[in-house]
């Protein structure tokens, strides 16, 4: 496997002033010929002209999506340390980043591949677009009323739907927000994208699983659109007004997310949703 040994480390000004996170940017600093640093509040003075090997997101589930976005668009591997609670995506164990983060620079690790989501909004003749890791949310932020709309699978009315909002999810976003909801976990490397209604009104609404070769429509109620917004993986919120359609599928490349060799997706889960009854 190739080598790493030009990383930009991605992490946010609070995890950027621990000082853990400075005694491994000294550490990976003398066993790697390139170490720079991106914290998410602010502009990096040299990763819009340097090439790195390698995004290192320093941090939690929440700076590793925002890290995977950056690594999505620059074409490059992202490997999750984490510090925050539970880690399902940052999933190095800062214990032992040492051993491991030899091994990975050496090039023994795993290469994880995962679907994201690519979103548009269309609406007066224009269009704003964001890709996701986890899942593209439409919801109510305003009164408490539900949100009405149709749901098309490749031009196909599959839904007409009276509830909180939907949760269209990637198979890693099926233990986020979606699985809160109702969503089965879905194993990563399925080629398939999830259809989560949120608290709806007829308890005959249920989670449709499609294939991610599949293009999603969804249309809104006009009385529906006042107060509702879409949001990409949590962020990017975008208050919906007059949208003639919003439009969901398959990014058009997959993430790379570097693992330690030994690293077991099932094994993870079973630790983190602590089915061994394990503190």
């Known amino acids: 496997m190739k080598k790493f040994k030009k990383i930009l480390i991605y992490t946010s000004s609070t995890f950027l002033k621990k000082k853990e996170t400075k005694d ?3 550490y990976l600093s003398k066993k790697c010929s390139c170490v720079d640093i991106h914290a998410i509040e602010f502009k990096s003075n040299s990763t819009n002209k340097k090439k790195y090997d390698l995004v290192l997101s320093i941090g939690g589930d929440g700076v590793f999506i925002s890290a995977s976005k950056y690594a999505y668009k620059k074409a490059l591997p992202v490997l999750g340390l984490n510090f925050g609670r539970i880690g399902f995506l940052a999933d190095l164990d800062k214990k032992h980043f040492q051993s491991k983060i030899l091994e990975i620079l050496d090039g023994n690790y795993i290469v994880d591949k995962r679907t994201m989501l690519s979103g548009s909004v269309i609406s007066n003749n224009s269009s704003y677009k964001s890709i996701s890791l986890n899942d593209i949310v439409i919801n109510n932020f305003g009164k408490l009323k539900m949100i009405e709309m149709d749901i098309y699978v490749n031009q196909n009315l599959i839904n007409k739907q009276r509830s909180d909002g939907i949760i269209i999810s ?5 233990t986020a927000y979606a ?4 969503c089965p976990i879905v194993s990563p490397q399925s080629n398939v994208i999830c259809i989560v209604p949120i608290a709806p009104h007829s308890y005959g609404q249920r989670s449709v699983i499609i294939n991610n070769t599949d293009k999603i429509t969804i249309k809104l109620n006009k009385k529906s659109i006042l107060d509702s917004q879409v949001t990409f993986d949590g962020a990017n919120n975008l208050t919906i007004k007059n949208p003639d359609t919003i439009s969901i599928k398959k990014a058009s490349r997959q993430l790379q997310i570097i693992h330690p060799y030994d690293y077991d997706y099932f094994k993870m889960l079973s630790k983190k949703l602590r089915y061994d009854n394990k503190s």
């Open 170 to 174: 990637t198979p890693t976003g099926s």
């Open 24 to 26: 491994i940017v000294k």
């Open 179 to 182: 699985m809160s909801n109702g």
